[in-house]
């Protein structure tokens, strides 16, 4: 039985159907969501060994994507929670949550 691979749905989503812009981005709502796209990229190159180079690859190119539109992506209406959705696929993988959690009890 093959395993699934969880950085393969990472790409999902990052080009989906448009919603309606509300206008010029907030610079501050897109700096924390570039911090916190950051946050995943360094955790994932800390768990670089676990996984194959193909599926790091193609991490780091829906990383690459999303950083590339998040200025366009804070513009949509339901921009919150667009992002929310792609930082929880990358939970996902990262487990970065778990880590953050770890911080605050310590």
């Given amino acids: 039985m ?6 393969a ?15 010029s981005p907030c610079s501050c709502m897109a ?6 796209l950051q946050k995943h ?8 060994e676990y996984y194959s180079e ?10 690459t994507r999303i950083m590339e539109q998040i200025e366009y992506l804070c513009q949509r209406e339901d921009a919150c ?3 929310a959705h792609l930082l929880r696929k990358f939970d996902v993988v990262t ?10 009890h310590h």
């Fill in 54 to 63: 193909v599926a790091i690859a193609q991490a780091e190119d829906a990383l």
């Fill in 31 to 36: 700096e924390f969501f570039r911090a916190e």
């Fill in 81 to 83: 929670e667009v992002i």
């Fill in 9 to 23: 749905s990472l790409n999902d989503g990052i080009d989906a159907q448009v919603a309606p812009l509300v206008g």
């Fill in 2 to 7: 093959a395993t699934a691979n969880p950085l």
């Fill in 41 to 48: 990229r360094a955790c994932l190159d800390r768990q670089r």
């Fill in 95 to 104: 487990k970065l949550s778990a880590w953050s959690e770890v911080d605050r």
